[in-house]
């Protein structure tokens, strides 16, 4: 009888399964907040790697742990989440992923009249040629004559 070899296929998902797998992790798995090392530090919305493996299993969406790392790899890959730190690919460990559509990237700023803020914003006037005094040398300023006589 001949041993059957297991070979790593490359394997990916269409944006519709994806979406749906997504969905339904996100509905699952236990997003929230969690702190750890020492001093903690406090990951925003995040994930555990071994809770999420579990949770694919215990969903059918993988067979057992090992497609569940798989199929968590294929959709690190995919960016549908990444390591809080993007340190790690998709582990049976203890560690804190982030969806993507979870991420932070803040607000634009607005200017006080209500227009948002441009990158326009922060850079300095161009004054005309005849106006600009190009010169690398420190501005020493004048001797105060008060200060002490002259020799």
């Known amino acids: 009888m001949a041993k059957e070899e297991h070979k790593d296929v490359e394997a990916s998902f269409d944006s519709t399964d994806l979406e749906e797998l997504a969905t339904r992790m996100k509905r699952v798995l236990d997003i929230r907040d969690r702190k750890y090392g020492f001093p903690p530090k406090t990951y925003m919305k995040c994930f555990v790697g071994n809770e999420a493996v579990k949770k694919l299993v215990d969903e059918d969406v993988a067979g057992n742990e090992e497609d569940a790392v798989r199929i968590g790899n294929m959709m690190l890959n995919a960016g549908v989440f990444h390591h809080v730190q993007d340190a790690h690919s998709f582990e049976n460990k203890y560690l804190f992923y982030r969806f993507t559509s979870d991420e932070d990237h ?27 005094i190009l010169t690398l040398q420190p501005a020493i300023p004048e001797r105060d004559p008060e200060a002490m006589p002259a020799i």
Request: aromatic share 8%.
């Open 106 to 132: 803040g607000i634009a700023a607005r200017k006080p009249d209500g227009s948002s803020v441009s990158w326009a914003d922060f850079v300095t006037p161009v004054a005309p040629a005849e106006a600009q």
